[in-house]
């Protein structure tokens, strides 16, 4: 496979340094609409081509397949004109802006028969695939009850950077700048994290927002801080499970960590992942009478980079694909319109 990689910030050494260490992908060329910065990445990565408009990359045309690394609002157009020039596509997280411009992507890339699929970072966790396999294997019994919480600190720390003087996280920050807050950067992964563990799609959700002040004024420069910091949601899965998801910026302690517990009638699980590790423990069986819980070995699984390459190798189409981030975006979409209508909505 030879890739392009569109955009060059922060995620984009990421895709390079795990595409660049698998057996058969060549990275050969690199996107960016600022010279110096694709330059200065080209160079990092020992990249070939260098272009500052992805027009110039497809005219080229000396590539197979391409990972979007751009901002959320340049997904769509980009991925569009990628799909037209009939090559594959892995795209970062949230897909699009809005489940229209999600739908609209699925559609296009199906038509096209190109291979498509969304980097939900956090399926590369074995824990989590470990727990899917139990929950279907009916090792749990039928699914009950669902907690997820996605939590994070760096609006109190600094640990990630200072959101006060640095546009990589301001702009998270600030509805003008496209986007959605917490729920449209992490809310997506927590949804996924959610619904692929306990095995069951979301149907229902009813979401309650909040934005806090964080500065005099609510603005720093052309940054108008009004996105939201933290959600609370409440779901129903199409297995007939209840769900409650949440996440939030402000949680002290927390870097960055993701937690399910699924609960069935003959057992229950529990998936931790941080920047610490990941782990998974289950009650289950006669361990259910005296509270016990065990470690489970969840082993290892490949990451979404190189599932990405095998699906292009093959020709197979991977998951998670577009049409399951769309999806996934329905729900947020909806979650927002639950906050001001205040009653749940239904995904189909």
Request: net charge negative; with cysteine; aromatic share 8%.
């Given at each position: 496979?030879?890739?392009?990689?569109?955009?060059?910030?922060?995620?984009?050494?990421?895709?390079?340094?795990?595409?660049?260490?698998?057996?058969?992908?060549?990275?050969?060329?690199?996107?960016?609409?600022?010279?110096?910065?694709?330059?200065?990445?080209?160079?990092?990565?020992?990249?070939?081509?260098?272009?500052?408009?992805?027009?110039?990359?497809?005219?080229?045309?000396?590539?197979?397949?391409?990972?979007?690394?751009?901002?959320?609002r340049?997904?769509?157009?980009?991925?569009?004109?990628?799909?037209?020039?009939?090559?594959?596509?892995?795209?970062?997280?949230?897909?699009?802006?809005?489940?229209?411009?999600?739908?609209?992507?699925?559609?296009?890339?199906?038509?096209?028969?190109?291979?498509?699929?969304?980097?939900?970072?956090?399926?590369?966790?074995?824990?989590?695939?470990?727990?899917?396999?139990?929950?279907?294997?009916?090792?749990?019994?039928?699914?009950?009850?669902?907690?997820?919480?996605?939590?994070?600190?760096?609006?109190v720390?600094?640990?990630?950077?200072?959101?006060?003087?640095?546009?990589?996280?301001?702009?998270?920050?600030s509805?003008?700048?496209?986007?959605?807050?917490?729920?449209?950067?992490?809310?997506?992964?927590?949804?996924?994290?959610?619904?692929?563990?306990?095995?069951?799609?979301i149907?229902?959700?009813?979401a309650?927002?909040?934005?806090?002040?964080?500065?005099?004024?609510?603005?720093?420069?052309?940054?108008?801080?009004?996105?939201?910091?933290?959600?609370?949601?409440?779901?129903?899965?199409?297995?007939?499970?209840?769900?409650?998801?949440?996440?939030?910026?402000?949680?002290?302690?927390?870097?960055?960590e993701?937690?399910?517990?699924?609960?069935?009638?003959?057992?229950?699980?529990?998936?931790?992942?941080?920047?610490?590790?990941?782990?998974?423990?289950?009650?289950?069986?006669?361990?259910?009478?005296?509270?016990?819980?065990?470690?489970?070995?969840?082993?290892?699984?490949?990451?979404?980079?190189?599932?990405?390459?095998e699906?292009?190798?093959?020709?197979?189409?991977?998951?998670?694909?577009?049409?399951?981030?769309?999806?996934?975006?329905?729900a947020?979409?909806?979650?927002?319109?639950?906050?001001?209508?205040?009653?749940?909505?239904?995904?189909?």
């Open positions: 496979m030879r890739l392009l990689i569109l955009g060059t910030g922060g995620m984009a050494n990421n895709h390079a340094k795990n595409f660049r260490a698998i057996d058969g992908v060549e990275v050969v060329g690199a996107v960016d609409v600022d010279k110096a910065r694709v330059t200065a990445f080209a160079d990092t990565h020992d990249i070939g081509m260098r272009f500052t408009s992805l027009d110039e990359a497809i005219a080229w045309g000396g590539f197979d397949a391409a990972t979007n690394v751009t901002p959320d340049a997904h769509h157009p980009t991925s569009l004109a990628l799909i037209a020039a009939g090559k594959h596509v892995m795209c970062e997280k949230p897909l699009a802006e809005t489940y229209e411009k999600a739908i609209e992507m699925t559609e296009a890339a199906e038509a096209a028969g190109v291979i498509n699929m969304v980097n939900l970072t956090y399926r590369n966790v074995a824990p989590l695939q470990k727990a899917r396999e139990i929950v279907l294997s009916g090792e749990i019994g039928s699914v009950k009850h669902v907690e997820a919480s996605y939590l994070q600190s760096w609006l720390s600094r640990a990630w950077g200072d959101w006060r003087t640095e546009s990589q996280w301001l702009w998270r920050l509805t003008g700048h496209g986007s959605n807050g917490v729920l449209g950067d992490i809310g997506i992964h927590i949804l996924d994290f959610a619904s692929y563990g306990a095995a069951s799609d149907e229902t959700v009813f309650r927002l909040k934005t806090f002040d964080k500065v005099a004024g609510g603005s720093i420069g052309e940054y108008k801080l009004d996105a939201n910091d933290s959600f609370t949601m409440s779901v129903d899965f199409a297995n007939g499970a209840l769900g409650v998801v949440h996440a939030s910026r402000w949680a002290t302690g927390h870097l960055n993701l937690r399910l517990r699924v609960y069935g009638e003959k057992g229950g699980l529990e998936v931790s992942h941080s920047t610490e590790g990941s782990s998974l423990r289950a009650c289950m069986g006669d361990d259910a009478e005296t509270a016990t819980w065990r470690i489970v070995d969840a082993g290892t699984v490949p990451t979404n980079y190189m599932r990405f390459a699906a292009v190798r093959l020709g197979v189409q991977p998951d998670p694909d577009f049409r399951h981030a769309a999806n996934l975006q329905r947020l979409d909806l979650a927002i319109l639950t906050e001001k209508e205040r009653c749940e909505r239904r995904l189909s």
